[in-house]
């Protein structure tokens, strides 16, 4: 059977902690993997750094947060998924800014995941990560904003460039790397069975309605 032919060359999926983007990358690389697709975590690579470095106990399952390694590895990485997108095809990119890096790129599929149900996330965390309700809740706040920070000192000139000039966002505007106008499709997991997210993604990269047993099928 002929090549099957792609809207996108490339995804991003985004999103914070227990809004299901790692659950959608997984799901993604099952259902694209006869088509070349591949997939990289961001934050999964970025653990793995950490624990070899000592930076983070592999023993404890709560996520660290960004400030455990140096701003220029930090950005070494973000710009190698940067270059990723822009140089090569068939990837599929999760991690928190990998949106935010497809930014002026043609051809990226650019995903946001969000939960309109907080109490939703929070259980997920706590599932994940085996802690207690209100230590998810610190965990989640903390995280978030220490990542932000530091974000936004490290890519200010990137907003700038990528966001404020091409006229998506005000000067004035506060950077935030997560604003649904920067993505071409945001999907409330709330809402959005893990079947439903999959299939909402995968009629974007074909162009048309399809479920993700026929794309499997297609592909064979």
């Known amino acids: 059977?002929?090549?099957?032919?792609?809207?996108?060359?490339?995804?991003?999926?985004?999103?914070?902690?227990?809004?299901g983007s790692t659950t959608l990358l997984n799901m993604l690389k099952e259902e694209l993997k006869l088509a070349g697709w591949r997939g990289f975590s961001g934050g999964e690579f970025m653990r793995a750094y950490a624990v070899e470095k000592g930076l983070f106990?592999?023993?404890?399952?709560?996520?660290?947060?960004?400030?455990?390694?140096?701003?220029?590895?930090?950005?070494?990485?973000?710009m190698g998924m940067?270059?990723?997108?822009?140089?090569?095809?068939?990837?599929i990119i999760e991690s928190w800014l990998s949106g935010?890096?497809?930014?002026g790129l043609t051809g990226v599929l650019k995903v946001l995941m969000t939960c309109s149900a907080d109490a939703v996330r929070i259980d997920r965390i706590v599932n994940r990560d085996e802690i207690?309700?209100?230590?998810?809740?610190?965990?989640?706040?903390?995280?978030?904003?220490t990542n932000l920070t530091k974000w936004q000192q490290m890519y200010h000139q990137?907003?700038?460039?990528?966001?404020?000039?091409?006229?998506?966002?005000?000067?004035?505007?506060?950077?935030?790397?997560?604003?649904?106008?920067?993505?071409?499709?945001?999907?409330?997991?709330?809402?959005?069975?893990?079947?439903?997210?999959?299939e909402i993604v995968l009629e974007q990269i074909y162009g048309y309605k399809k479920s993700a047993q026929a794309s499997l099928k297609q592909d064979q």
């Open 1 to 19: 059977m002929a090549a099957t032919k792609f809207k996108y060359k490339n995804i991003t999926i985004s999103g914070l902690p227990g809004c």
């Open 158 to 198: 990137e907003w700038q460039q990528w966001v404020v000039q091409a006229g998506k966002a005000k000067a004035e505007d506060p950077i935030d790397f997560w604003r649904p106008d920067l993505y071409d499709v945001v999907i409330d997991t709330f809402s959005h069975n893990q079947q439903q997210t999959v």
């Open 57 to 78: 106990d592999d023993k404890d399952k709560i996520h660290h947060a960004a400030t455990a390694y140096s701003n220029d590895f930090d950005r070494q990485v973000d």
């Open 132 to 145: 207690t309700v209100a230590e998810a809740k610190k965990h989640i706040q903390d995280r978030y904003q």
């Open 100 to 103: 935010f890096m497809a930014q």
């Open 82 to 91: 940067r270059q990723k997108l822009q140089s090569q095809s068939k990837w």
